[in-house]
């Protein structure tokens, strides 16, 4: 169980453009998600804590406005980056937790490696 | 100071060897305790979890909680070449999760 979907896993878009990223948890509910970028060789650096049905909590640095979070139901968050830059490109990963205990672990998609041109 | 720290390494061991990682965390109300394993160009995948003092054990796996010192541990018995990877501990207060930057392990045959 606990199982969440990340989707696309990779994908090269050119300087400008915007791409976005899905989040599903396929086997539970989850009221919140949450948005990791990684550099290579780097550690995850949050990004953001999507919220269903209200505004994402962005972590400080994170431009809102650039990275649009968007999480409309119980299953399902996402990420669009827009007008991508070359600066942008980097790991995407998103987790969710099945459950709000403290014990309820976070479980990771298999991210989306963005490459901009 | 970080909330939550690891040394990165690498910590290199040979196969069959036991491999310690260590982590500090700074925030003494944390309540539970992961540890993830990183494979590179992959995404974590979760370990083990703890959430009291003591040892907990699974498999080649034992976690290490001390919150007086506020230090927790990974011990992985008959280490593997399979297991070398990048571990990272997460430490969670109610909805917060914050990670270290992981240390990275590799075992030689």
Same mark, same amino acid.
């Given at each position: 169980?606990?199982?969440?979907?990340?989707?696309?896993?990779?994908?090269?878009?050119?300087?400008?453009?915007?791409?976005?990223?899905?989040?599903?948890?396929?086997?539970?509910?989850?009221?919140?998600?949450?948005?990791?970028?990684?550099?290579?060789?780097?550690?995850?650096?949050?990004?953001?804590?999507?919220?269903?049905?209200?505004?994402?909590?962005?972590?400080?640095?994170?431009?809102?406005?650039?990275?649009?979070?968007?999480?409309?139901?119980?299953?399902?968050?996402?990420?669009?980056?827009?007008?991508?830059?070359?600066?942008?490109?980097?790991?995407?990963i998103?987790?969710?937790?099945?459950?709000?205990?403290?014990?309820?672990?976070?479980?990771f998609?298999n991210g989306?490696?963005?490459?901009?041109? | 100071?970080?909330?939550?720290? =690891?040394? +990165? %390494?690498?910590?290199?061991?040979?196969?069959?060897? $036991?491999? #310690?990682?260590?982590?500090?965390?700074?925030? @003494?109300?944390?309540?539970?305790?992961?540890?993830?394993? =990183?494979? +590179? %160009?992959k995404s974590?995948?979760?370990?083990?979890? $703890?959430? #009291?003092?003591?040892?907990?054990?699974?498999? @080649?796996?034992?976690?290490?909680?001390?919150?007086?010192? =506020?230090?927790?541990?990974?011990?992985?018995?008959?280490?593997?070449?399979?297991? #070398?990877?990048?571990?990272?501990?997460?430490? @969670?207060?109610?909805?917060?999760?914050?990670?270290?930057?992981?240390?990275?392990?590799?075992?030689?045959?």
């Amino acid at each position: 169980g606990a199982v969440v979907s990340q989707h696309p896993s990779w994908v090269i878009c050119k300087s400008g453009t915007s791409v976005k990223i899905e989040c599903r948890s396929l086997d539970f509910q989850a009221t919140t998600m949450f948005w990791y970028r990684q550099f290579p060789k780097q550690s995850l650096m949050l990004m953001a804590t999507s919220n269903e049905g209200s505004k994402a909590t962005y972590e400080q640095g994170v431009e809102k406005d650039k990275f649009l979070i968007n999480h409309a139901s119980l299953t399902l968050s996402t990420l669009t980056v827009t007008s991508a830059h070359p600066e942008d490109s980097s790991f995407y990963i998103c987790s969710a937790q099945p459950g709000t205990g403290f014990n309820s672990p976070l479980h990771f998609g298999n991210g989306t490696r963005l490459t901009v041109t | 100071q970080k909330e939550v720290e =690891q040394n +990165s %390494g690498p910590l290199s061991v040979p196969e069959g060897a $036991i491999a #310690s990682l260590n982590c500090t965390y700074s925030d @003494r109300v944390s309540q539970s305790f992961f540890w993830y394993r =990183q494979y +590179s %160009g992959k995404s974590p995948e979760l370990i083990m979890s $703890i959430y #009291s003092n003591g040892d907990k054990e699974d498999g @080649r796996f034992t976690a290490q909680l001390n919150k007086a010192s =506020q230090y927790v541990s990974l011990l992985i018995r008959d280490s593997q070449p399979s297991d #070398s990877a990048t571990y990272l501990c997460a430490v @969670r207060n109610n909805n917060d999760m914050r990670f270290g930057a992981g240390t990275r392990l590799t075992v030689k045959p």
